[in-house]
């Protein structure tokens, strides 16, 4: 039954991404609104809620099992993300964009590289709370690049609404702008219930499988909170935004390598675990394949290759 509800489950939230990818491609067209701030800021934003509850609330809980989970989902989020979302895209560029050039602004990935190496050093560091922040001015500083940013969305089309034909129905045409923000508010609300339940399914099977807090947050607990991203990642992806998709999956490294950090820093010893520093330290390594292998410094199959490698390497080692 569990494995129902959370197929299920992974269905609602692909078609909640669909929903939400939808409103902010309008919103952004309304508004003009820079490429960089709409993936990278906006929907990275809407994306990355559950990364951020899931540890506040472990940590507010208190107990030593729900801290393990709390600092599990801090390293596996990111983790899931930058090889599985990563080694996504490289297939993406290689199916389609083999003559690429300039196809996206690799600078904002070393705020994540920068950001979560901090976070694997704060481990042999005496001082943790200052380095908050730290993490804080980083994050904020990366929104401000987004913001400096003056390209618009040349590729965009100009879609309409999904919920246009109900709107329409209660004779609410000529508010695009603030429809697509109730559109969106309406995901935004509908996410955390259904990502809720996807977790307590997970955990369900992993107190099957007899796994420790750890290695559950590792594991399941990242297939839950990633899937936003990847199928945002996946949806413009299949529209021929791979800047945008890009976009979304750097800025959701970033926001996690820098908000989640914070709380972990301020409400834990941050004392690290063998297995979360090796995650920690791949994830950093599949970015940085990522980011030579569309500066065509290695050729893009050997970079799905290493990335492919990393990732049945990690599980082999936590499994």
């Not at 909640?16 to 490429?35: G, M, R, T, Y």
């Not at 070393?110 to 694997?120: D, I, V």
């Not at 804080?136 to 500083?141: D, V």
């Amino acid at each position: 039954m569990d494995f129902i509800l959370i197929v299920v489950y992974m269905l609602l939230i692909y078609v909640l991404a669909e929903v939400i990818v939808n409103a902010i491609d309008v919103l952004s067209h309304e508004l003009k609104i820079p490429e960089g701030i709409s993936s990278s800021v906006i929907a990275s934003l809407v994306t990355t809620l559950p990364e951020f509850l899931v540890p506040l609330i472990s940590f507010l809980k208190g107990s030593v099992d729900t801290t393990h989970i709390g600092l599990g989902s801090i390293f596996g989020g990111p983790m899931f993300l930058s090889m599985f979302g990563f080694v996504f895209m490289l297939l993406v560029i290689e199916a389609k964009y083999k003559r690429f050039k300039d196809l996206y602004d690799l600078t904002n990935i070393l705020f994540f590289l920068f950001a979560f190496n901090m976070a694997l050093l704060a481990n042999f560091l005496s001082f943790k709370k200052p380095l908050v922040l730290l993490f804080l001015t980083i994050y904020a500083y990366f929104v401000y690049i987004q913001f400096k940013s003056r390209k618009t969305k040349d590729e965009e089309e100009n879609e309409k609404l999904f919920f246009s034909i109900f709107f329409s129905k209660l004779g609410i045409k000529d508010y695009t702008k603030t429809l697509a923000v109730v559109q969106g508010l309406l995901v935004i609300f509908t996410l955390p219930f259904v990502i809720d339940g996807l977790v307590l399914s997970i955990e369900d099977i992993a107190h099957l499988l007899g796994w420790d807090a750890y290695k559950s947050a590792l594991v399941f607990s990242p297939l839950a909170t990633e899937l936003p991203e990847l199928s945002n990642a996946f949806i413009w992806a299949r529209k021929g935004r791979i800047k945008s998709s890009i976009g979304n999956i750097v800025g959701s490294l970033v926001f996690q390598s820098c908000m989640p950090v914070s709380l972990g820093l301020w409400f834990t010893d941050w004392r690290i675990p063998n297995m979360l520093m090796v995650g920690g330290f791949l994830s950093i390594l599949s970015a940085l394949i990522f980011s030579l292998s569309i500066s065509k410094a290695i050729n893009l199959r050997i970079g799905i290759i290493f990335i492919i490698f990393i990732i049945v390497l990690y599980f082999l080692y936590i499994l």
